[in-house]
């Protein structure tokens, strides 16, 4: 087999860690990039595994459908299935937009769907749309470091509590939930209102599904902790603790507000403490999302803390530009997204 280019080599210019980013030389057109991509895989999936991200800029990407020819030279393989947690619409065949949550919720790092039973390889996105006022970043964490860096009292209380997630959501004639802590209905995360193709569906990923009176429906699931990246070995923390847990939403905000001191984000902050008082009234399992260890036990609160402190020591947090496409390792980098005002569009797709 062709040895891979050194990155010297290349027809592009290549700089920086997380993400590696690839601009071009002379000519911005897509479709040479895409033809140079597709011809080399092996370059593809040395950097994408080495940096956890690569990153596309200043080509001619003008809409979804070059967005989509160069996701499909990075992975041929695209898929268009989605049992994730987040509102999605899509814009083509296989680009989504990538969340209609609220613009001020903070998406805390997660690697796509690590609690279905195949979780994406690869994951897309490209800015449509820059945020103008500010914020909206699409932050990038390598997981694989938070998984070395844990407190290994920490790590080995989770791979010994093991997880277990669940998952509240609303029967189909209620709408839009307008709490973003609340999941979307079933009919609208599994796109029927059949109950027995319900059942299937959570059969095939491994989620218990549990009817409840005014046709609600509540997921058990369990995951591992960790994965193993399938090509280096290497342990990743690959689970949704940062997602599920139900201190995510005031911990977040705690987090953006420090990180971002300005009136806006310390009201949210504010709003999301009272929530969460609220919201820890209920019973564990009547949260929207809510983990905790497989015995039923509760994950200690200063472990979930401490998981967060090592997550935003490496988040990577850079400004979208307007055609900037990031293809990123699902099996070892997060992605997230940081709170926005204005217009922002981004959209998505995996493989
Ligand atoms: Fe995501």
Request: proline share 9%; hydrophobic share 35%; glycine share 6%.
């Amino acid at each position: 087999m062709a040895q891979a280019p050194a990155t010297a080599d290349l027809p592009f210019h290549a700089e920086g860690d997380l993400p590696l980013t690839i601009t071009p030389g002379d000519d911005p057109d897509v479709d040479a990039l895409c033809a140079w991509l597709t011809a080399h895989p092996d370059w593809v999936q040395d950097e994408l595994t080495r940096h956890g991200a690569l990153r596309f800029r200043g080509f001619a990407v003008t809409g979804p459908e070059a967005f989509e020819r160069i996701a499909r030279a990075v992975d041929p393989e695209l898929k268009n299935d989605y049992l994730g947690t987040s509102p999605r619409d899509a814009v083509t065949d296989y680009v989504f937009n990538a969340s209609e949550l609220p613009p001020y919720f903070p998406i805390p790092q997660h690697c796509e769907m690590t609690f279905c039973a195949n979780p994406p390889r690869r994951i897309f996105f490209c800015c449509l749309e820059e945020p103008r006022k500010g914020g909206g970043e699409t932050p990038l964490c390598d997981f694989r470091n938070v998984w070395r860096d844990l407190d290994p009292e920490v790590r080995n209380r989770f791979e010994a509590g093991g997880l277990r997630i669940v998952r509240n959501y609303e029967g189909p004639k209620d709408g839009e939930p307008e709490d973003p802590t609340q999941l979307k209905p079933w009919p609208d995360m599994f796109h029927t209102t059949d109950r027995d193709e319900v059942e299937a569906q959570c059969r095939a990923e491994g989620f218990e599904a549990e009817w409840l009176p005014g046709d609600r429906l509540r997921l058990w699931s369990t995951q591992p902790v960790r994965r193993d990246h399938p090509v280096t070995g290497e342990p990743v923390w690959h689970n949704h603790t940062t997602t599920f847990h139900i201190s995510t939403a005031e911990a977040e905000l705690r987090r953006v507000a420090a990180f971002r001191p300005d009136e806006r984000h310390r009201g949210l902050a504010g709003m999301a403490a009272e929530l969460a008082k609220k919201q820890r009234q209920r019973a564990s399992n009547e949260h929207g999302m809510h983990c905790m260890h497989l015995d039923g036990s509760e994950i200690r609160e200063e472990d979930v803390e401490h998981l967060r402190d090592v997550v935003w020591r490496h988040m990577v947090i850079e400004p979208w530009r307007l055609g900037d496409v990031v293809a990123v390792d699902n099996h070892s980098t997060s992605h997230g997204r940081l709170p926005y005002e204005g217009p922002r569009r981004v959209v998505v797709c995996w493989a």
